[in-house]
């Protein structure tokens, strides 16, 4: 079984919006027609977007740090959206893992973003439909593309590679490795929806130096007087004798 | 959650329908049982048309609420696992009984399906009433099951919604039954007011238990949990939008603590105690029972506002600060 997914490393991220972007100008463009958007240039713009970009402060001011961390669908393995949608307009592919929407079918009740804890799922307020990622569906399998472009538009424009793509049930994908070798955790993991997009945590890099790394103890500058002098013209041995 | 009126017209006038026939049916079983004297076929008649028309309401009143109401017809697709499935097939079912029901008395077309070894001769009304019946409880058990099933809003998680979706519905429809009789055949009056006094109490005590319920409930999704951050102090500085999204639309009430510290004596008022004094000096000037089903309509109105702005979402966590 495959399950695509995205790991976001939150060590790296830089709170761009690239991603915000790009996905907003990969899924208007489609052929699923555009994400809507009202008063784009008015004082309260508002529109659907797939992706978002969150800001958050942890900790108080002074010792405080800002954490950038961007949200989107996170695909749960066990989707509480998916079972209490009447029409079965949200579905999750066998395939490959994918939740989605078909928006032909859906009916623009809103049930579905009630069960869903994450916020995920947003309404196209012009089409009347409801909207999520699609992980680049219409992207990912698509041939005609160079082999390297099959990825999400979110993950080809982060210019920092914070966001991995990839199969989460093959032990061996790089998004696999991420998780265990990174720390990879899911989101409310309380409910047990079992997401499967992960985020890899803020690390900081310390480096731990002891006192007897700063003075090597076998320093040559300073073995004189502690090994034995022979006397000129007698046999010497390395790290015996002190020439 | 934000309260929709599409909503908690629904939800009332679907309980009021649900229960006026309840309450109909209930007579006539006992009649049936000699218990109370069989009415004219008008009388169920016009009362199954009572019904219909509150549950009408309630179905036109659920068109509101789709984003895409010509669609409406997809939504008896997933029966299986959706209980708003459930109930867009158990609505129309009940709807057609309800009808039947109305039509078989009101023509007087009952042949006798089965004769009880009593004697009794069981019709074909009582057979579709029983039917009715049946579906009016799966109607209340899907309708609150729609709330109840959603894990994460664990104010609505409980077996008491459904109870109370149950309790307040019949409440609404017997006192209902209580107007219609003491116009139409007022020497049955008492029996339904009787009837509507148990059901109102016992609803005011399911509604107070999930109040009560509900205040000690703790938040099981935190800052911590939601953006995986193990810190005391966390702060949203952006959710990434500048001027709201359906996020912030949908799942915020937007009022005041005031007006919801406000509203809850209000609906209890308002559903259930004043209903029950009106009830009680109903037995005595039987237009007060009109002013009771108007005033406790109202109550139950507020009472289906505060259910839904009651209810925290964990996806709020993530849209607390707009920037």
């Given at each position: 079984m495959t399950q695509l997914a995205l790991v976001i490393d939150l060590n790296v991220c830089v709170g761009c919006h690239a991603c915000v972007t790009s996905c907003k100008e990969w899924n208007t463009s489609g052929s699923a027609g555009p994400l809507c958007d009202e008063r784009p240039y008015e004082a309260d713009p508002t529109g659907t977007f797939f992706n978002r970009v969150q800001t958050f402060e942890i900790g108080q001011y002074p010792n405080s740090e800002t954490l950038h961390f961007p949200k989107s669908c996170l695909h749960c393995e066990d989707p509480p959206c998916v079972p209490v949608c009447p029409t079965g307009a949200s579905y999750k592919r066998k395939q490959d893992g994918i939740v989605l929407v078909d928006y032909d079918k859906c009916i623009g009740c809103k049930y579905c973003t009630w069960a869903c804890p994450y916020g995920a799922r947003e309404i196209d307020e012009k089409q009347k439909v409801m909207k999520k990622c699609t992980l680049c569906v219409d992207r990912i399998y698509d041939m005609s593309l160079p082999e390297n472009d099959r990825k999400p538009s979110c993950v080809k424009a982060c210019p920092t590679s914070a966001r991995l793509f990839g199969d989460i049930h093959d032990p061996e994908s790089v998004v696999s490795l991420a998780i265990r070798e990174e720390g990879g955790y899911a989101l409310m993991p309380e409910w047990g929806t079992q997401p499967a997009n992960h985020y890899l945590p803020r690390r900081k890099m310390k480096l731990k130096i002891h006192m007897d790394e700063l003075e090597r103890a076998d320093n040559p500058l300073k073995v004189d007087g502690h090994l034995p002098k022979p006397a000129k013209g007698e046999s010497s041995m390395d790290d015996v004798s002190a020439w | 959650m934000k309260p929709a009126f599409s909503v908690i017209f629904l939800t009332t006038l679907l309980g009021a329908g649900q229960g006026l026939f309840l309450a109909l049916f209930t007579h006539q079983t006992y009649a049936l049982f000699g218990l109370l004297t069989m009415q004219s076929a008008a009388y169920y008649g016009f009362g199954s048309a009572l019904a219909l028309l509150f549950l009408c309401g309630g179905l036109i009143a659920s068109f509101f609420h789709l984003g895409r109401p010509e669609r409406a017809w997809r939504s008896a697709a997933k029966w299986r696992t959706s209980w708003l499935s459930r109930e867009v097939i158990v609505l129309p079912a009940f709807m057609g009984v309800v009808f039947l029901y109305g039509m078989v008395h009101v023509f007087g077309y009952l042949p006798?399906?089965?004769?009880?070894?009593?004697?009794?001769?069981?019709?074909?009304?009582?057979?579709?009433?029983?039917?009715?019946?049946?579906?009016?409880?799966?109607?209340?058990?899907?309708?609150?099951?729609?709330?109840?099933?959603?894990?994460?809003?664990?104010?609505?998680?409980?077996?008491?919604?459904?109870?109370?979706?149950?309790?307040?519905?019949?409440?609404?429809?017997?006192?209902?039954?209580?107007?219609?009789?003491?116009?139409?055949?007022?020497?049955?009056?008492?029996?339904?007011?009787?009837?509507?006094?148990?059901?109102?109490?016992?609803?005011f005590v399911g509604r107070v238990a999930s109040l009560l319920r509900n205040a000690r409930l703790k938040p099981k999704s935190t800052m911590q949990t939601a953006i995986g951050v193990k810190h005391p102090y966390i702060t949203q500085r952006s959710m990434g939008a500048m001027g709201g999204t359906f996020n912030t639309r949908e799942f915020f009430h937007g009022k005041s603590v005031t007006f919801i510290r406000a509203i809850k004596p209000t609906f209890l008022i308002l559903a259930f105690v004043a209903p029950l004094a009106l009830l009680a000096m109903g037995l005595f000037s039987p237009a007060l029972l009109g002013v009771a089903f108007v005033l406790q309509y109202i109550g139950l109105m507020a009472e289906r506002w505060f259910f839904f702005?009651?209810?925290?979402?964990?996806q709020n966590l993530y849209y607390q600060t707009i920037g």
């Open positions: - | 006798e399906i089965v004769t009880l070894p009593s004697g009794l001769i069981i019709d074909l009304s009582v057979v579709i009433g029983a039917l009715g019946t049946l579906l009016a409880f799966s109607l209340f058990v899907a309708t609150g099951m729609i709330y109840a099933c959603l894990r994460f809003l664990r104010e609505w998680n409980s077996p008491l919604t459904v109870i109370n979706y149950i309790l307040m519905g019949g409440s609404s429809g017997f006192i209902l039954a209580a107007f219609y009789s003491a116009t139409y055949a007022p020497t049955e009056t008492d029996f339904f007011v009787g009837w509507a006094i148990i059901i109102t109490l016992l609803a702005a009651q209810a925290n979402h964990p």
